[in-house]
């Protein structure tokens, strides 16, 4: 950061009183700044997910700048928004489909919620190249033994982003994918084809 003109002054150091986007401590001062909001409205941080915050029959979900609001009354949440609102600059988009890439879809009468991530598996296999797959019942076929033999390399195949994209997944929204997703995690330093298989 530069000093602005007629400002320089030498062998002085500008001591910045408030955060500027972009720079390493933005993001501790903004969430100091929300855990002070949120404790006030009635909010307190969660021990196991510093994004999340839990108040009386609420949930509140932040990443980066992004906020999700779950609650069991509408008017609850509309008074938590609106001190949100006023705390901070912000918009309200209304109810939620998307967060973080999830889809969400509720059935209000049958008090649902149903979570997919569909778009991204499609994302997923057509940019590894795998539209030419079929569906299986199971992600891994019982008994199934991998090993990791040198001679049969996957050299070109992005073998670790494709583990990644998998674990995305498996922790997100398809915990059925996790052991199968844990045993090919194993082997991204040295891949073969009956890996990628």
Not at 11 to 21: F, I
Not at 91 to 117: A, E, H, M, N
Request: include cysteine.
């Amino acid at each position: 950061m530069d000093m602005p003109p007629g400002f320089e002054v030498d062998g002085k150091v500008w001591k910045l009183k408030k955060t500027l986007y972009g720079l390493k401590q933005a993001p501790r001062a903004w969430h100091i700044k929300l855990t002070e909001v949120l404790d006030k409205i009635g909010f307190n941080c969660s021990t196991a997910d510093p994004g999340l915050f839990v108040g009386k029959d609420m949930l509140l979900m932040v990443y980066v700048d992004d906020v999700l609001l779950c609650g069991n009354g509408t008017k609850a949440v509309e008074s938590v928004k609106q001190l949100l609102l006023t705390a901070f600059e912000g918009r309200d988009l209304g109810p939620t489909d998307y967060f973080l890439g999830i889809k969400i879809q509720r059935d209000r009468y049958r008090r649902t919620v149903f979570l997919s991530q569909e778009n991204y598996v499609k994302n997923i296999i057509e940019r590894f190249r795998m539209t030419d797959c079929h569906t299986v019942s199971t992600p891994m076929e019982p008994g199934t033994k991998l090993t990791s033999d040198t001679a049969m390399t996957a050299s070109h195949f992005p073998y670790q982003e494709l583990v990644g994209c998998l674990m995305y997944l498996a922790v997100s929204t398809r915990p059925d994918i996790a052991y199968a997703t844990n045993c090919l995690a194993r082997f991204v330093c040295a891949p073969n084809n009956n890996h990628v298989q």
